[in-house]
RNA sequence: GGCGACGUGGCCAAGAGGUUAAGGCGGGGGUCUGCAAAACCCCUAUUCACCGGUUCGAAUCCGGUCGUCGCCUCCA
């Protein structure tokens, strides 16, 4: 298989460098609930997970909360409370979160605030080789210092010196040195340090965390475009330097940002819809299918009328996956042209529109090969088998709740019509729960449509309709569902 | 200003030198059904922003033009 590596820029053959496949996804920031461009990456990188561990890797996957930083600590300080309340409570909606568009946790999800000393200890390191010094409590990294900065984010320290932009430091030594460790201001968190007290500045906490759980070199490092430079650009800088041990990732993975309108989803710009409340509108299966079918290193939009397309194709798929019955006793359909060409598209740099693509041929094959008569239990369980891997549930949208009240008074209408014609209604009154209400008007209905009594009958399926409840008539019965 | 992407049907989106340009959504027609729903079938891009070039052959490579976006500052 193949993935894009950001360095080289293109796609390498993917060969982990031991047994186990380390890989290292940046978390987020505690301080307000995740939007779903932050969906967008750990659903990709979810499926990243899932596709290695289907074809048979052992996978650790370690991702950092960072729950210490300037933004944190200006949103607890506006907010009165501390950063570790604030932190706390995003941390665990956060996991709420991802539980709920069916991301596996990571198998350590280390916090800043739990990484302290291995973050003062691979300061030091660096500050004993000379990649790093202190100055009046802070330290900082010594960029001048490396051949290869800015490898990764294709630029050199020439070209960001002659940018607008440096921010003219402190008492850096150059412009472009970044901080490792930062002196404590009055009412910040702050832990003692051989540079006095302080808090961890805003790249270290990866590298010292990526050391500490998956060793000195690692197989993938994951995240969004965004965090190309200066994050990662300076957690190679740190790592390598610190460890001497080059290179640091062996492949680097980058997701394309999500657009809203013109511009990136964030949260400095706020223009963002968080995941809790895109989830109240779609499944985690539309969510999935919407941000999967487009390749994941390419930016995408959100828009409701993609996501609604999305959103009716993830329900197909599930009314087919869902689906009773075995087919007829005919041949097997044969589902492994559609195995294959969606291992060949994974392989491909996780290809996952082209297949999903073969999913949905393979679920329209299935439709038709049952109506052929073929036996599709395999079929079924292929796509299901498959989905998987994507990390779709086919469940169905979470159904609003039938409003009793409604449905009781609607089957006392029709009971009462009843008495206009030879038909018998309920003499009590129509029952108190749902399930026996639909029960009796199903019946009543089949009854009234055997009868071609159809005007009745249609009055039935209409009224539901419009208290939201869909019948459908099939050869095995009539259902009903909640309409959505 | 520097660096990097991208521009494919009504919408979303694959494809990266060569048979009919994936797939989803939507739309039109049909089959099934008492009528619906679901499902299935058929149709819906002679054409890939524009202009040149390379080539026997280009959405696919090269040059230019226009447009959009990202990074260079916190950010998945």
Redesign the pocket.
């Not at 990188?45 to 370690?62: A, N, S, T």
């Not at 509108?281 to 390419?298: H, N």
């Not at 075995?326 to 044969?334: E, F, I, Q, S, T």
């Given at each position: 298989m193949k993935i894009t590596d950001t360095v080289s820029?293109k796609k390498e053959e993917f060969k982990p460098i031991g047994d186990e496949v380390k890989m290292y996804?940046?978390?987020?920031?505690p301080y307000a609930d995740?939007?779903v461009?932050?969906g967008?990456?750990?659903i990709i990188f979810d499926v990243v997970r899932r596709y290695l561990e289907y074809r048979g890797y052992k996978v650790k996957h370690v991702e950092n909360v960072?729950d210490v930083?300037?933004?944190i600590i200006n949103h607890a300080n506006r907010q009165g409370i501390t950063v570790k309340e604030l932190t706390e409570k995003f941390t665990l909606r956060y996991f709420e979160d991802m539980d709920a568009l069916n991301i596996l946790r990571p198998h350590h999800t280390p916090k800043a605030t739990e990484t302290i000393p291995e973050i003062i200890n691979m300061t030091q390191g660096l500050i004993d080789k000379g990649y790093a010094y202190a100055v009046e409590g802070n330290v900082y990294f010594r960029v001048g210092k490396l051949s290869d900065y800015g490898k990764l984010?294709?630029?050199s320290l020439k070209?960001?010196k002659?940018?607008?932009?440096?921010?003219v430091g402190e008492a850096k030594e150059d412009p472009m040195d970044?901080v490792l460790w930062k002196a404590a201001k009055p009412d910040e968190p702050s832990w003692d340090s051989p540079w006095g007290k302080g808090r961890p500045g805003?790249h270290i906490e990866c590298s010292a965390m990526s050391v500490k759980y998956l060793g000195e070199q690692i197989d993938i490092h994951?995240?969004?475009?965004?965090?190309?430079?200066?994050?990662h650009e300076n957690e190679i800088a740190q790592s390598e330097s610190f460890t001497g041990k080059k290179p640091f990732v062996k492949y680097w993975m980058h997701?394309?940002?999500?657009?809203m309108g013109?511009?990136?989803?964030?949260?400095?710009?706020g223009n963002l819809i968080t995941i809790r409340d895109a989830l109240k509108k779609y499944t985690a299966d539309g969510l999935r299918?919407?941000i999967l079918?487009?390749?994941y290193?390419?930016?995408?939009?959100y828009?409701d009328?993609?996501i609604?397309?999305?959103q009716?194709?993830a329900?197909?798929l599930a009314?087919?996956a869902n689906k009773e019955g075995k087919g007829g006793g005919g041949k097997d359909l044969d589902e492994k042209p559609y195995r294959q060409r969606f291992l060949d598209?994974m392989d491909?740099?996780f290809?996952t529109?082209?297949a999903?693509?073969a999913?949905?041929?393979l679920?329209?094959?299935?439709?038709?090969a049952?109506?052929e008569g073929m036996y599709v239990a395999k079929g079924r369980e292929t796509l299901k088998e498959l989905g998987g891997i994507l990390g779709l549930t086919f469940k169905a949208k979470d159904e609003p709740p039938v409003d009793v009240k409604l449905l009781r008074k609607l089957a006392l209408s029709i009971n009462e019509k009843l008495e206009k014609t030879s038909f018998k209604g309920i003499t009590n009154g129509p029952p108190e729960d749902t399930d026996a209400i639909m029960k009796f008007l199903i019946s009543l209905?089949k009854k009234l449509?055997e009868a071609?009594n159809?005007?009745l009958?249609?009055e039935i399926?209409n009224s539901l309709s419009e208290i939201g409840i869909?019948?459908?008539?099939?050869p095995q019965g009539?259902t009903w569902k909640r309409k959505t």
């Amino acid at each position: 298989m193949k993935i894009t590596d950001t360095v080289s820029g293109k796609k390498e053959e993917f060969k982990p460098i031991g047994d186990e496949v380390k890989m290292y996804v940046c978390g987020i920031n505690p301080y307000a609930d995740a939007h779903v461009g932050h969906g967008m990456s750990y659903i990709i990188f979810d499926v990243v997970r899932r596709y290695l561990e289907y074809r048979g890797y052992k996978v650790k996957h370690v991702e950092n909360v960072t729950d210490v930083e300037d933004n944190i600590i200006n949103h607890a300080n506006r907010q009165g409370i501390t950063v570790k309340e604030l932190t706390e409570k995003f941390t665990l909606r956060y996991f709420e979160d991802m539980d709920a568009l069916n991301i596996l946790r990571p198998h350590h999800t280390p916090k800043a605030t739990e990484t302290i000393p291995e973050i003062i200890n691979m300061t030091q390191g660096l500050i004993d080789k000379g990649y790093a010094y202190a100055v009046e409590g802070n330290v900082y990294f010594r960029v001048g210092k490396l051949s290869d900065y800015g490898k990764l984010s294709k630029r050199s320290l020439k070209q960001m010196k002659a940018g607008a932009r440096v921010e003219v430091g402190e008492a850096k030594e150059d412009p472009m040195d970044f901080v490792l460790w930062k002196a404590a201001k009055p009412d910040e968190p702050s832990w003692d340090s051989p540079w006095g007290k302080g808090r961890p500045g805003w790249h270290i906490e990866c590298s010292a965390m990526s050391v500490k759980y998956l060793g000195e070199q690692i197989d993938i490092h994951g995240g969004g475009q965004d965090l190309v430079f200066p994050h990662h650009e300076n957690e190679i800088a740190q790592s390598e330097s610190f460890t001497g041990k080059k290179p640091f990732v062996k492949y680097w993975m980058h997701n394309g940002l999500l657009q809203m309108g013109a511009e990136k989803m964030s949260k400095s710009l706020g223009n963002l819809i968080t995941i809790r409340d895109a989830l109240k509108k779609y499944t985690a299966d539309g969510l999935r299918v919407f941000i999967l079918s487009s390749y994941y290193r390419s930016p995408l939009t959100y828009t409701d009328e993609a996501i609604e397309a999305a959103q009716a194709g993830a329900e197909r798929l599930a009314r087919v996956a869902n689906k009773e019955g075995k087919g007829g006793g005919g041949k097997d359909l044969d589902e492994k042209p559609y195995r294959q060409r969606f291992l060949d598209a994974m392989d491909d740099d996780f290809n996952t529109p082209q297949a999903l693509a073969a999913l949905f041929d393979l679920a329209r094959d299935i439709n038709r090969a049952e109506e052929e008569g073929m036996y599709v239990a395999k079929g079924r369980e292929t796509l299901k088998e498959l989905g998987g891997i994507l990390g779709l549930t086919f469940k169905a949208k979470d159904e609003p709740p039938v409003d009793v009240k409604l449905l009781r008074k609607l089957a006392l209408s029709i009971n009462e019509k009843l008495e206009k014609t030879s038909f018998k209604g309920i003499t009590n009154g129509p029952p108190e729960d749902t399930d026996a209400i639909m029960k009796f008007l199903i019946s009543l209905r089949k009854k009234l449509r055997e009868a071609k009594n159809f005007q009745l009958a249609d009055e039935i399926r209409n009224s539901l309709s419009e208290i939201g409840i869909a019948l459908e008539d099939k050869p095995q019965g009539t259902t009903w569902k909640r309409k959505t």
